[in-house]
């Protein structure tokens, strides 16, 4: 029975599985769930994650879900996966569990909170909080300089590597959506002084050719359509 | 070379790494970075783990931080470490690797948002965030009761096994935090979740002496912190008074 992979392309950590998935010929059902129209909470979706999250997947009479522990659970299950995507040496592995341990609170949840304030509230005609939007750009800031100044100094890849693992994979996607969902005016601001990470981003980016830019067309196109809605509702409101 | 340890007993993940040691027979040092006194920004913890946290550990030459990241690495290194710690079987790791994903932004966050927001800021002068410590609490909430009908649902410990892993240190220690509330706050929460508090008892008696005695600190500055609030909210029923 083929792998199911219960993804919606708009979520970042769903991308990073796809894009693993591809890269290393794994077979696999692509099953959408549609976060934004919440299929996730549907009673049918419930029974396979009670998280009521993306990505889960279903191997046989396996379920499983949190996107790290998928990743990790592919690259030892499918003998094909070249061993740069999760090394089987001790050390280097340690270090691959310690980026993505250290992404739940820092980059992640600083990427979360300022898309959430500055993109998701503002669509839908919610005020945001100025104190909830200020702590997350302050974590996110501090995580963008962990990335650029730590977890890059040693490689074109985390950890100093010279080829990815499937913590650069996660990363990245949490990148790309900052990149595609805010402002120009605020992605330039955020993202730009980090010169490591956006050569970062462009690495990874080839390294997983052409599957990173197919699975990202998505997030591309309705980026540029939300990036546009919010600047006509701000044209509005002058 | 002995292992190095850098922990602070008040944090639940030092306190899970500690506790892992003792229960393997890891020989190890443990070296104190005081988090209320700030000694992890001094150049020197800043030269063993940049992001100024504990744990860290340092063994030889490798520096490792990120607790579930150390338990993982300890299991591996250390050839006397039981199985069921960190079990060889892809599928139940897989489960374990999962529950420890859950934990940061669920348990975790939940309890440090609420104890923080309650207790901690308050304590050291910083002004007291209502808001914060309800939604605190909203998540702790919502984590306990997915611990008790999910991750609790199959077994006496987390994912379904019958003995515990690394991922029950991890987590239990967090609960441990609790204590620092009011004991009429910490019942209110957690005593509606009867497995998660058989949970705690069962992982607690599994590494007997150490959880206790790692406790330790913990318990005293309860009773410190319970008796200052104790102090401040009679100061403040006279001033109301008057």
Known sequence: MTLKVYCDRMSQP???????????GIEFEEITINILKGEQHTPEYKVINPMCQVPTIVDGDFTLFE????????SCKYPGVASHWYPSDLIERAKVHSVLDWHHANLRRGSVGVIINNVMLPLNGVPSNPQAAEEAEK?????LTVLETFWLKDGPFLVGRSQPSIADLNLVSEVMELDQLLSKELRDRILSPYKKVLQWVEDTKSATAPHFEEIHGVLFKTGKELREQLASQSGKNE | MALKVYVDRMSQPSRAVLIFCKINGIDFEEIRVDILTNKQFSPEYKAINP???VPAIVDG???LFESHAILIYLCCAFPGVASHWYPGDLFKRSK????????????????????FNTIIGPLNGLPSNAQAAKEGEKLLVRSLAKLEDFWLKDGRFLTGSLQPSIADISLVCEIMQLELLSEKDRDRILSPYKKVVQWIEDTKKATAPHFDEVHGILFKAQKKFRERVATESVKNEVKSKM
């Open chain 2, 61 to 63: 030459r490798f520096k």
């Open chain 1, 67 to 74: 996107s790290h522990a998928i990743l990790i659970y592919l």
């Open chain 1, 139 to 143: 974590t996110l800031e501090k995580a």
């Open chain 1, 14 to 24: 769903s991308r990073a599985i796809l894009i693993f998935c591809k890269m290393n």
């Open chain 2, 51 to 53: 992001m100024r946290q």
């Open chain 2, 96 to 115: 374990i690797h999962s529950v420890l994903d859950w934990h940061h932004s669920n348990l975790r966050r939940g309890t440090v948002g609420l104890v």
